[in-house]
Nanobody, 125 residues
């Protein structure tokens, strides 16, 4: 199983980035997908998650309205659209896959079985 995250980079505050995570080696449509992030010196935190069908999405409270998670099961890909970026959004962003087709999507790291390598997002002020 491989999760390949991409799309990170350097952006000015107020700008946008779109992260992608391409999955291989798993039945993508049987997995909930999520994004987590980790800033230097901080614990990894939940960002957003989406159910296997894309019908349910969840966001960290502070990010709702600025970030949007989506997926295309035909392309084995999940995206994170990030708008109105702030310096505090700077972190390594990781995609993760949880083997569940439940309606309720997990937001706990321990329930995610597979992880990507991370893509760095840096927001300058």
């Amino acid at each position: 199983v491989q999760l390949q995250a991409s799309g990170g980079g350097l952006v000015q505050a107020g700008g946008s980035l779109r992260l992608s995570c391409a999955a291989s080696g798993l039945t993508f449509g049987s997995y909930a997908m999520a994004w987590f992030r980790q800033a230097p010196g901080k614990e990894r935190e939940f960002v957003a998650a989406i159910s296997w069908s894309g019908g349910s999405t969840y966001y960290a409270g502070s990010l709702k309205g600025r970030f949007t998670i989506s997926r295309d099961n035909a392309k084995n890909t999940v995206w994170l659209q990030m708008n109105s970026l702030k310096p505090e959004d700077s972190a390594a962003y990781y995609c993760a896959a949880a083997p569940t087709t439940a309606i309720v999507v997990p937001t706990t790291q321990g329930l995610y079985e597979y992880w990507g390598q991370g893509t760095q997002v840096t927001v300058s002020s």
